[in-house]
């Protein structure tokens, strides 16, 4: 299975995946519906702090198209929509889940590597590109 | 520890660290180095195919600056500048393969739910944001 894609390839279709993974809305609903199982749009909204009803939309229709997202209408009035993880997004929710623990776990530390680093006077020698040459 | 942070919060500083994990070329050079170890620029260049000098050097400096990355220099003649992931970085590099076996992993599920949700109608009822308002 894995020599099947190599994610380092431009044209290995895991790329996209790991682009619309990483992008930040998808990681935050994949987030929200983890923690509260089905969630309406206007629920989603509130909860993710920030969003545009226009990126809720795409991102969701997004994670509907590649199977991670259930999106269910109920015939009232008006038209309730509810929105859960598949068992494919569940799955990619206990990823997801993996690094917003890191990034709560290591903030701090992020934090005073920038405090160093930007105290620091910039690196002496030619800038990177130019001192390894192909 | 969860109680400080809320990646949910458009002010929470773990929301930016989140972007900057779920930039693609970050994910690239954490796995890139997570597999290899020590690397050059221009290994590293090698090894992301598609990525420009200018991606890779910003990438580097910024994963640099939140003490992810250890930039050596070596007064060779070219100078050698080596990156490798400092510890912290080691503990990303993990919960980023976790993301890439997830990729290479569902890749087939995906593109099959791709097909899928291509060939349906257009969903019935109102846009999403009308049918459930605040």
Known sequence: MPDRFDIMSAACPTRQVL?????????????????????????????IEGVTQKMLTQTLRALERDGLVEREVFPTVPVTVQYSLTPLGKSLAEAVSTIRA??????????????EFDAQPAPSGPPTPMATPA
């Open 19 to 47: 682009r619309r993974i990483g992008d930040k809305w998808t990681m935050l609903v994949i987030s929200a519906l983890g923690d509260h199982g089905t969630m309406r749009f206007s629920e989603l909204s509130r909860e």
């Open 102 to 115: 890191w990034a709560y776990g290591h903030m701090d530390e992020i934090e005073g590597a920038r405090r």
